[in-house]
């Protein structure tokens, strides 16, 4: 089968004529119909991702498809099936997932959406059901919200009843945000964002803070939280995350934590 391969850190992928893998126990071999492509396959090729592959590998967290064989010991699902899920080595014409790592593709999906949609919206779940422990009527900061988990995370965080204050990094990205349901926007290229997050929120600042470009946004982040804010840091866009100030935490006993699914 045909995949694109990576040789080595730093370098873009290339296509090659790869061994087409085969189902184990419990697994099922999915031909794919597209793939996804999230930001951490970009910091995965740079180097500074949380898990460290062995090259040459296959990039790809998820993807949409359709199942061609099982493996022995799967019942809940046959070939011809549409599933969606999350798997390695995506970026090719099969791969192999767990067969309780996929999901069926609802029928009001395209195979466009099904495959776009398990990495981010999980994450956001995750993240807001989780870590944050949302509440209706709390407000959440979401960071670098233009993207594919921040907005999914406007969308989930509005049908749970939260209020969004989103931030990105130009005008045009807002729009979108104001789109999917944010209720305030920031434009953090172009000033701090720490007062209009105050000032849109009476002073008081935001329950929940979702944290992805790091650098010294942490830091930032505190001063824009409310008393026993939770901030989920899972990404750092910038390549780097400066600690947090742990003297600062205490002044409104504001709580910093991570997330990675």
């Known amino acids: 089968m045909r995949a694109l391969v990576l040789e080595a850190e730093g370098q ?3 296509v090659r004529d790869v061994p087409q893998p085969k189902p184990a126990k419990g697994e099922v071999l999915v031909k794919i119909s597209y793939s996804g492509v999230n930001y ?14 062995q090259f040459p590998f296959i990039p790809g967290f998820e993807f949409s498809g359709l199942v061609v064989e099982t493996g022995e010991g799967v019942k809940n699902l046959k070939p011809g099936d549409r599933v969606m899920g999350m798997g390695q080595g995506t970026y090719a014409e099969y791969t192999v997932a767990p067969a309780g790592s996929l999901m069926p593709i609802p029928s009001q999906f395209t195979d466009q959406q099904a495959a776009a949609f ?16 949302a509440q209706a009527g709390e407000t959440i900061l979401i960071h670098a919200a233009a993207g594919g988990v921040g907005t999914a995370s406007i969308q989930l965080a509005k049908h749970l009843g939260l209020r969004v204050i989103a931030t990105a990094s130009s005008e045009e990205k807002l729009q979108l945000t104001s789109r999917l349901g944010a ?13 209009p997050v105050l000032d849109a929120t009476g002073g008081r600042g935001a329950d929940i803070v979702f944290e992805s470009i790091g650098g010294d946004f942490v830091r930032r982040d505190i001063e824009a939280a409310a008393p026993f804010a939770r901030i989920v840091v899972f990404g750092m866009a910038s390549g780097r995350m400066d600690p947090p100030d742990i003297g ?4 409104n006993s504001v709580s910093v934590g991570a997330f990675w699914m």
Do not use: C, E, H, I
């Not at 398990?118 to 422990?133: D, E, I």
């Not at 920031?186 to 964002?193: E, I, K, P, W």
């Open 118 to 133: 398990p990495v981010v919206y999980l994450t956001a779940w995750g993240m807001l059901r989780v870590s944050a422990r």
């Open 248 to 251: 600062a935490l205490f002044r």
């Open 12 to 14: 873009l992928p290339v």
């Open 40 to 53: 951490a396959d970009t910091m995965m090729r740079r180097g500074f991702y949380l898990q460290k592959p």
């Open 183 to 195: 209720d305030a926007t920031v434009n953090y290229s172009a000033g701090d964002f720490v007062q």
